[in-house]
């Protein structure tokens, strides 16, 4: 479980601002995302697994924070990140 080096970078890749960015609110919104995908695929077929419940809710509870602000300071990159990420339909 968790993120590959070769998938962070691919994400991190995608959602960057500039050559050098690697901690923007896009980046970070991006990646908390696919983790966010891959414990509910876990939890799909563990579904007694509260830890990992746990961790989702907290990790989701991080995105909206960061989500929340981003909105706040650059509407407009919320609203092409959101539909870009599938979110908030």
Do not use: C, F, W
């Not at 980046?27 to 983790?35: G, Y």
């Amino acid at each position: 479980m968790g993120l590959t080096l070769n998938q962070k970078t691919q994400i991190v890749g995608d959602y960057r601002r500039d050559d050098t960015d690697t901690g923007s609110p896009e980046v970070q919104i991006a990646l908390l995302t696919s983790r966010i995908q891959e414990i509910n695929e876990h939890l799909q077929t563990n579904k007694k697994d509260h830890a990992a419940r746990l961790g989702l809710v907290k990790l989701v509870g991080k995105r909206n924070r960061l989500l929340q602000y981003l909105s706040r300071t650059r509407p407009d990159a919320y609203r092409a990140l959101i539909k870009r990420l599938g979110l908030r339909k």
